[in-house]
């Protein structure tokens, strides 16, 4: 079992709706989750964080935690075609521990 | 404030040779995390730095190498290069404060070729 699993995609979202992105992982220890943007070619770029269970909204995207299932996951709304991008998760388990990447899921916008 | 810069951003090698990467990393910045990342594998964690000292360590052979200076400047190096080791090399900076978030910032990275 992967320590950052997410659905590798690609996933069509339609111009304007939401885009839903999912992420589990399988340490129960883990306390602090991060969301990445990667464009084709370029690094990748940090959009969100999230530590605590609920939601965090920040603009467009929101991150949700559920900790009891192991489960991050991020929305944006009124997608755009400039969302079109890989979506990266990633996870960690204490201030000194390393961080564990997700294989990303690749989103696209159709206008 | 000036995000993280990586030297050289290209690099074209041939087999058996070595490298030496460099990354800085955002001023005031002290740890500093090194990723391979290729079309197949993803985002692979190679190591980081903290305060000079190396904390945590990925699953990769000992050619790869690395070090951190007391400026927080980090240097990776690969040594004997291998056709697979082709891919482009991520440096990434964090804060590193009591919040324990530590959230990474990247650099544009370094594209290694080996032919």
């Known amino acids: 079992q992967k320590e ?10 339609p111009e304007g709706a939401i885009a839903s992105l999912n992420c589990t992982y399988s340490d129960r220890g883990s306390q602090s989750f991060f969301w990445y943007r990667q464009y084709s070619g370029k690094s990748p770029e940090l959009i969100m964080f999230i530590y605590s269970n609920g939601d965090k909204e920040d603009g467009r995207f929101t991150a949700q935690l559920n900790k009891a299932s192991q489960y991050v996951s991020l929305l944006i709304r009124d997608s755009q075609p400039s969302d079109s991008a890989t979506y990266l998760c990633a996870v960690k388990r204490s201030s000194a521990s390393k961080i564990i990447f997700g294989s990303g899921t690749r989103l696209s916008i159709r206008p | 404030k000036a995000g993280v810069t990586q030297t050289p951003r290209y690099l074209i090698k041939t087999r058996g040779q070595q490298v030496t990467l460099s990354c800085s990393p955002i001023s005031g910045h002290r740890s500093v995390s090194w990723y391979q990342q290729t079309p197949g594998q993803g985002l692979q964690f190679l190591f980081e730095y903290f305060s ?20 927080s400047r980090s240097e990776m190096n690969v040594s004997t ?3 697979g080791d082709s891919a482009l090399y991520l440096c990434a900076s964090s804060l590193v404060d009591g919040r324990g978030l530590n959230e990474q910032f990247f650099g544009p990275g370094t594209r290694l070729t080996v032919l």
């Open chain 1, 4 to 13: 950052v699993e997410q659905n590798s995609g690609p996933l069509s979202v």
């Open chain 2, 52 to 71: 000079e000292t190396q904390r945590n360590k990925g699953n990769f052979p000992g050619r790869f190498s690395g070090r951190q200076f007391s400026n």
């Open chain 2, 81 to 83: 290069l291998e056709l």
